[in-house]
């Protein structure tokens, strides 16, 4: 078979520049979420299959990459359909479940978990939606209060306003107010997921949008203009304007925080409050969360209280990088050009010479020279290198 | 289905003491690769089945995770067999290779490139391997001199003594001085490659057990015996002389570089000097690298000078755990413990506090109290915090 120089359709191959960015970015949320007392944690990129296909993931469960058997365990299997046995995770919130349920005995409570890492979702790929892409995730869990979505919710704008990010829109809402709306408005319960759904495209479609899908799902003409004129009028209950009080307490400044009762968010697993912070000036949301108190207690049993909250790194880098954002310079960085006709003893002087640069902090590229030297010069002098000496 | 807690087999959940002493890792890899001119990129975990399966991955193309197609693909697969377009990588060497070819247009030359990164094999696991594990490579490309051998080993080398070893020894042989020997022997030129991996075992199995091996081969015992003494008496050549002698002049003391003509290295990629880091109070290797002129020919047609070396992430990480070292304090860690019945303006003044104290770089978790309070104490300071405030 021949070999293939491009990436896997819908991944990326990420060069010096790129990862210079996503360094830069990582680095700046580790800090933040290390202040705020979150303490890292990583699982496996592979998850049983058992755990991927548990109604957990909602829409993601059918974009699973699935992993086929190995051995003896692939000879035996009959078909296509019995032979995986896991496949990568489509998000964090499941293994970061998975991990509590199996080392909850070893951690502290309430534990606040940070995690950074890749995921896969075999999505039908477009601009700015990858099949590989970095998430980054906190989580807060074993903690029923509203001081975790205090904390959630300060720790990522104290981190967006880290990174230059400005005018932004934490918009906040309660599971428990659209079921509250959907059965005062007379939608019956098995079609109120359907109707949040709906809801949810609000802006997109608008109200005469909304309300010919909710009809369509068989609900009446009737029930789906009360459900959209009690979710206009819907007030914020005692958790949403405590949160908000809290937020607003811990001083930082450039953003706001607003009760909008036609948030909904997509996934399945949220039970209570649901967040999401949007950029005013794109019309897009960078971070979603909410408290999802069910998920655990599938895996280990025992109920726990959970709540999380997301950045969409992807999502940060692409704004930067349309910002033509420029990460500040690391310090020097010299470069010897080795000629080939070099002597030897000027070769093992000059890497002697790097070595003493290098031990007071700067960046020593000690180099080939090429027969064009103007343009090696050129290219190195691109990725920051600003003094050049070759050494014959 | 239901849901299993324990990770994938072979594969491993971190816990934050794990990440700490990980990221400390880690970020000295970037430190000190990054002072040396290494550029970081990073390739996506998923790589084509044609370039996974296409004879560069040695005994590791047996033990590829494999991945389903999607969609209609898939339904147009017969059988297992021709269900999957894609796996994850067993190394970062083969990205590499396809990233070069694909992206060199864009990319200053000769280039350094550093990765570090995930990779999986579905081994048999047992202690200290892993069916996910670490693995970090710096590689120069278009560079073949020995200034790239000189680099790679005083750049690994200046790694392991930033990290607190000592004592260790670069051994370093070339693939001509293992033919030559081969064919100086008598062994047909078809039986080097076996030759070499029975060579390979010489410190575990003993002259008498390499000889066994090498007749069950085919080989004559005359020329089993003539190829361990010629390997015994072989010298050095001119280019691994002056790789020595350069990698002492740049300076860094503390380990030794010796001729090795029983070096091996098991990648048949190889075509030239081949190098490995072993431990003298371990007996263990920690690093191994080499010249593979050929491999990015294989994607782009052009072939390309390529040299590397890789470091064994996880050993590191083990021998570390093993010798019980403790990652140097992060500064000062506040917890400010919050009473379930604490009034609201003393939370608000509590979350005010934290923010200016984390604006001066302390960290500080606030967090509900437990009712067990000196044990969430206890847990804790086990991470590092040492000053506690309870706020009623």
């Known amino acids: 078979m021949s070999q293939i120089k491009t990436p896997v359709k819908g991944m990326c191959d990420f060069t010096p520049e790129d990862m210079v960015l996503r360094n830069y970015v990582t680095d ?8 705020f007392g979150f303490t890292q944690i990583e699982t496996p990129a592979v998850e049983h299959i058992e755990n991927l296909t548990g109604n957990h993931g909602g829409e993601n469960e059918k974009l699973i990459f699935k992993i086929l058997k190995r051995g003896e365990k692939l000879k035996e299997s009959q078909d296509i359909a019995t032979a995986c046995d896991c496949g990568l995770r489509y998000d964090l919130t499941l293994p970061l479940s998975r991990f509590y349920a199996n080392n909850a005995d070893n951690l502290y409570s309430p534990f606040k978990a940070f995690q950074i890492g890749n995921v896969w979702r075999a999505d039908r790929p477009q601009k700015g939606r990858f ?8 989580d807060i869990l074993g903690d029923d209060s509203i001081l975790a979505e205090t904390e959630l919710i300060t720790a990522t704008a104290a981190l967006l306003l880290e990174l230059g990010f400005k005018n932004f829109t934490v918009r906040i809402n309660d599971r428990a107010i659209l079921k509250e709306t959907a059965a005062q408005s007379g939608i019956p ?9 709906s809801l949810d495209k609000l802006d997109k479609i608008g109200e005469e949008g909304v309300k010919e899908e909710l009809i369509a799902q068989g609900i009446s003409g009737q029930a789906a203009e009360r459900f959209l004129q009690n979710n206009k009028n819907a007030q914020p209950c005692q958790n949403i304007i405590d949160i908000q009080k809290n937020v607003k307490a811990a001083g930082c400044e ?13 996934m399945g697993y949220y039970t209570g409050t649901i967040f999401e912070i949007t950029m005013e000036e794109l019309g897009l949301s960078v971070a979603g969360g909410g408290r999802y108190d069910k998920m655990i207690g599938s895996f280990s049993g025992a109920n726990t209280p959970a709540c999380g909250f997301s950045i969409g790194f992807e999502r940060i880098i692409t704004i930067l990088k349309d910002r033509r954002f420029k990460v500040p310079s690391q310090g020097e960085k010299i470069a010897f050009l080795i000629d080939k006709k070099a002597e030897n003893d000027k070769i093992a002087q000059a890497l002697c010479d790097a070595a003493k640069l290098r031990s007071v902090g700067k960046t020593v590229m000690v180099t080939k020279k090429n027969k064009n ?14 003094e050049f000496k ?3």
Chains 1, 2 share one sequence.
């Open 28 to 35: 700046k949320i580790k800090g933040v979420y290390g202040k």
């Open 131 to 138: 099949r590989q892409f970095c998430q980054c995730d906190i």
């Open 189 to 197: 319960e098995d079609l109120t997921a359907g109707a949040f759904i």
């Open 254 to 266: 450039g953003f706001k925080i607003e009760f909008d009762p036609t948030l909904v968010r997509g």
């Open 373 to 386: 030297a103007k343009f090696q010069k050129e290219n190195l002098s691109a990725i920051g290198y600003t």
């Open 390 to 392: 070759e050494i014959y």
